[in-house]
């Protein structure tokens, strides 16, 4: 890779520091997923995981650089700390891919060094030069981040930048790990690295900035004009906290003004080349996928990828749209994927057309997976007239997200109405097989629903979100339900779409709780194993 790049890497962690949001944990099967459909975006780099947390962070690395990190398929990164375990585990894990990166970091803020490392500013800068070094020996291919970079001394900062980089590292990365600097510290910042580290043309600037503050994309934006060519950031700016900087906003903001940023890369105020390799049209797609394995809602007036995102209803704006778009939308929705829906399929629509025009949105079942997304999409086209796109991908997502198999919803009765009580009966099929079924009374029928659950699983909870959305309008249209739960310190997350919004109700929190099921018995396998 040129270390001059005259374009701006884009630097996917969706499966990394995205998957650290609560609640959005994925397994490797949802993790391949969304890594196939990075590619297709054209992501340069894919961040896959953290190889050294866990054996499943491990496999997932390992299985996506095996599928994913193809010759003309993106890098493959997985993230180690300044350690030999961590970074040797780190090589294993990317081994398979075509294109492999080691991602190694160690915190350089007085208050990191001071409360959390309790090590002196020279200890870590030779634990830097020497980690990176060993990485080395494993790929060609290193990046270093100075965890916290944002609040560190800058001189601090240009020493240990020129030292990884005398060690080897291809690319800097500066994190804003709190959200804490504005846009023009940040720029500062980054021009202070470009003035000041002599080896600096040896690598490329990456930044990595979280939102705390609402500024992520603005600081990632202005270290663009000041020198940064590789940008860290997640699909719909999933991550911890308050999250990443966006994916969909970094891209679509460079394509609509890139004649405001292109001289900033030594072109023509009016060039019409991309600043990215992003394939801008497949954008909705990855966002509606992200949102439904992960279980993070995309809300309504985000920009880019939200419902309201190209929606007018001010008669002022509708008369100005109606005779000339430009008038209120600074880009088209086309652009991002985002086309009127045409309907393709119905009732009578055969096997062979389903996998045809799944295809042709972006995904490629398995066998059994294609099978089960048939089967619902003939149990959605019998109570549907017409069958969209949209509707396709809610069947679809909602078929592969892999939830364990404990606990299945076999039917669901609810007595409701305004002078009633709202009554549900519920009957579930257990792990062993057996079916039960409870009854209760709710100040509502999902509350009916869920208590009367709740019964039959027996497995304490806190419900602390409940999000329906329509995937299409009209009265036939499918609902998508949501629903987080919280357990000790965890939160689940568990999702669903049906036409019957009471039944996606109840598939939504059954799924939640069997990940919260699945994960207590997985502990206390370990603890009676230990």
């Given amino acids: ?39 297709r975006l054209g992501v340069d780099v894919i961040e896959a995981g953290f190889a050294f947390a866990s054996p499943g962070d491990f496999a997932a690395v390992s299985k996506i650089a095996e599928t994913v990190g193809l010759p003309e398929g993106p890098i493959i990164c997985s993230l180690a700390r300044a350690k030999q375990d961590d970074i040797k585990t780190a090589a294993a894990a990317i081994k398979p891919a075509a294109k492999g990166r080691i991602h190694t970091f160690i915190a350089t803020s007085d208050i990191h060094l001071q409360y959390k490392l309790k090590k002196t500013r020279p200890e870590v800068v030779s634990i830097a030069r020497d980690m990176v070094a060993y990485a080395r020996s494993f790929t060609n291919d290193v990046e270093f981040s100075p965890e916290d970079a944002g609040r560190s001394d800058p001189e601090f900062l240009y020493e240990v930048l020129t030292e990884v980089i005398a060690a080897g590292a291809t690319t800097v990365n500066i994190p804003d790990t709190v959200g804490y600097t504005t846009p023009g510290e940040f720029g500062n910042l980054i021009r202070g690295i470009k003035e000041n580290v002599p080896n600096i043309n040896q690598a490329i600037i990456s930044v990595h900035g979280h939102n705390d503050l609402g500024l992520a994309v603005a600081n990632f934006l202005e ?134 025009r799944l295809k042709e949105l972006g995904f490629e079942l398995s066998e059994n ?41 076999e039917l669901v009765q609810v007595s409701c109405g305004s002078n009633a009580k709202p009554t549900a009966t519920v009957t579930l099929r257990t792990p062993d097989g057996q079916e ?20 039959v699983v027996n497995v304490p909870n ?63 396998t370990q603890e009676v194993t230990a």
């Fill in 1 to 39: 890779m040129n270390n001059q790049a005259d374009r701006i890497i884009i630097f996917d962690t969706t499966l990394r520091d995205g998957e650290q949001c609560p609640g959005a944990t994925l397994n490797i099967e949802e993790k391949l997923v969304i890594a196939k459909q990075l590619s």
């Fill in 223 to 356: 270290a663009v004009k000041n020198g940064a060519r590789q940008l860290e950031c997640t699909i719909n700016g999933i991550g911890e906290r308050a999250g990443n900087a966006a994916l969909e906003e970094l891209v679509m903001g460079l394509h609509v003004r890139r004649q405001y940023f292109n001289p900033f890369f030594g072109r023509p105020a009016d060039s019409e080349a991309p600043l990215t390799n992003i394939d801008t049209r497949q954008i909705y797609k990855t966002s509606r996928l992200v949102s439904n394995l992960t279980g993070m809602l995309v809300q309504p007036n985000k920009a880019i990828v939200g419902a309201n995102a190209f929606a007018h209803e001010s008669g002022i704006h509708q008369d100005g749209v109606l005779k000339n778009k430009l008038t209120y939308e600074i880009m088209d929705a086309q652009l991002i994927g985002l086309t009127d829906n045409q309907i393709v399929l119905g009732k009578h629509s055969g096997r062979n057309a389903f996998r045809s």
């Fill in 369 to 409: 997976d294609l099978n089960r997304a048939f089967i619902r999409f003939k149990d959605v086209a019998d109570k549907k007239k017409e069958i969209s796109d949209w509707d396709l991908e809610a069947i679809v997502n909602d078929e592969i997200k892999q939830v364990p198999d404990l606990f299945k919803v």
């Fill in 436 to 455: 039960l079924t409870d009854a209760a009374i709710g100040t509502g029928p999902v509350d009916a629903v869920y208590k009367a659950i709740n019964r």
């Fill in 462 to 524: 806190d419900l602390i979100e409940f999000s329906v959305q329509s995937v299409t309008a009209g009265i036939d249209a499918l609902g998508e339900v949501t629903i987080r739960l919280r357990y000790e310190s965890r939160v689940f997350s568990g999702h669903a779409a049906n036409t019957d919004i009471i039944v996606a109700s109840a598939q939504a929190y059954v799924n939640a709780l069997n990940r919260l099921y699945a994960a207590i018995n997985q502990k206390t």
